[in-house]
């Protein structure tokens, strides 16, 4: 079995388990470090770019930027170990030895599977920019200063709106930054483009959620002034005034490697869903001090 490694170079804990991850795997399976992480962490492991390495299965350690990072670069199915702040896409708690040598042993037993995430595209003009796992944001390029946007689907406008910006993100991105704009949360499996908006001027504060097979457009209406587009959080790009982004589902999924379903238990874990108990927690035994809806 051929498996990579990816860490976040400037994260010395990430550097640490993947030097734990190589030790770990030994003799067991062909292992290919990305070179960034090779230099880094000093392995003596064989090493290729990141794009070009070829492997059943990529371990990325780091962080959510680590893990998008990966995913934009390489479409080998991703196990996730988090070494980072929040790490809401890992799979793995770098933090639990025993339970990152277990996903190991499952690895190379084969004992897993591979759950395919929907992308968008995204272009301006004729210009492409990268996949994005989470969302394609349009931004004003001035702090505190709102634009002007019109939103299209399928090449129709539906509206314009006076804002800080735009989302535009996927139903992984839904429980990221367009979860901070109020946007609802979506279940992976339910696949939609999510629109919300970033503080609109005088209007209500409501997400929409469209067809993934439909085209999303937002258009930065305030000519002679300019906005910027960012993908992920990593990639950013100057925006025209009068210039759109086109968003459409990409044929390019985001490929997780999986041992079970943990989707609503991690969103438990991260205190994201909109309840504050969790199922299976013992009913209480006295019930006086609760407060009274007579």
Do not use: C
């Amino acid at each position: 079995m051929k498996v990579g490694v990816t860490a976040n170079p400037h994260n010395p804990t990430a550097l640490g388990l993947a030097r734990r991850t190589v030790e770990l795997l030994g003799n067991r399976a062909e292992v290919v470090v990305a070179s960034e992480t090779r230099a880094a962490a000093e392995l003596p492991s064989a090493e290729a770019p990141l794009e070009s390495l070829e492997a059943e299965v990529l371990i990325a350690i780091g962080g959510d930027g680590t893990f998008l990072h990966a995913l934009r670069r390489s479409s080998v199915p991703l196990l996730t170990v988090n070494a980072g702040t929040v790490g809401f896409l890992a799979e793995v708690d770098g933090d639990d030895g025993p339970a990152l040598s277990a996903a190991l042993e499952l690895v190379l037993d084969g004992r897993y599977f591979v759950e395919d995430r929907m992308k968008l595209a995204s272009e301006v003009g004729e210009r492409p920019l990268p996949d994005a796992t989470n969302e394609v944001v349009l931004h004003t390029s001035q702090v505190a200063k709102m634009r002007r946007f019109e939103v299209a689907v399928d090449g129709r406008p539906i509206g314009r709106l006076h804002a800080d910006g735009v989302i535009v993100a996927t139903p992984t991105g839904s429980t990221s930054y367009a979860m901070s704009a109020f946007g609802p949360i979506l279940d992976p499996a339910v696949e939609g483009i999510v629109i919300t908006a970033l503080a609109p001027f005088r209007a209500p504060q409501r997400a929409l959620v469209v067809d993934p097979l439909r085209t999303v457009s937002v258009r930065l209406l305030t000519e002679g002034k300019d906005g910027i587009v960012v993908v992920d959080g990593q990639h950013e790009e100057k925006l025209h005034g009068g210039e759109a982004v086109l968003t459409f589902r990409s044929p390019r999924p985001a490929s997780f490697v999986r041992f079970g379903s943990r989707f609503f238990r991690r969103l438990h874990g991260k205190r994201i869903l909109p309840w504050s108990e969790e199922a299976g927690d013992p009913e209480p035994k006295d019930d006086a001090d609760l407060p009274s809806h007579a």
